[in-house]
């Protein structure tokens, strides 16, 4: 079987303690199933007096600079609202399958506050939603690598999904 490794890139650093345990947890549980990394790019700066356009500046900026780190032969899914939905077990299909037909770098793309632009979108193998709830891009890694964590756990048949 295919190691796969498995790539994070994000709007924003992670700087709470509490955050950073949680994800290096997880990330130790991985180690045995794959190999992870985390790029983490500025998040472009906005505030509530700009204008939508100055909102898609930034957004696109924050995009190019993702998609710079992307190499294209990368399976990359995008965290979009508009997303699939998915079960837990549905999401290790996903990953079992892409394993299994040998796409061996995945890569997760987490937008900035405004979300991810329409050149991330378009580069996007796959879009997932986690929910339709806003989450601040430093949960919602904790959130993912749980569900990546897990994911591998299903598809060992090991104990800890439920």
């Known amino acids: 079987m295919i190691k796969i490794k498995i790539t994070i890139i994000s709007a924003g650093k992670v700087k709470e303690k509490y955050f950073l345990s949680a994800i290096d947890e997880y990330v130790?549980?991985?180690?045995?199933?794959?190999?992870?990394?985390?790029?983490?790019?500025k998040?472009?700066?906005?505030?509530?007096?700009?204008?939508?356009?100055?909102?898609?500046?930034?957004?696109e900026d924050e995009g190019l600079?993702?998609?710079?780190?992307?190499?294209?032969?990368?399976?990359?899914?995008?965290?979009?609202?508009k997303g699939t939905e998915l079960t837990s077990e549905k999401f290790s299909d996903k990953i079992q399958n892409l394993r299994v037909t040998g796409k061996s770098n995945i890569t997760f793309i987490i937008g900035g506050s405004h979300g991810l632009s329409e050149k991330v979108l378009k580069r996007a193998n796959y879009k997932i939603?986690?929910?339709?709830?806003?989450?601040?891009?430093?949960?919602?890694?904790?959130?993912?690598?749980?569900?990546?964590?897990?994911?591998?756990?299903?598809?060992?048949?090991e104990p800890y999904h439920k």
């Open 28 to 41: 130790k549980r991985l180690s045995r199933y794959t190999k992870m990394e985390f790029i983490s790019l």
């Open 65 to 81: 600079r993702m998609l710079d780190r992307v190499n294209e032969r990368e399976y990359v899914i995008a965290l979009d609202l």
């Open 129 to 157: 939603c986690f929910s339709k709830m806003t989450f601040p891009h430093k949960l919602m890694k904790v959130i993912l690598v749980e569900q990546i964590y897990r994911a591998f756990k299903i598809i060992s048949n």
């Open 43 to 59: 998040q472009g700066h906005t505030t509530q007096e700009m204008s939508e356009k100055d909102i898609l500046n930034v957004k």
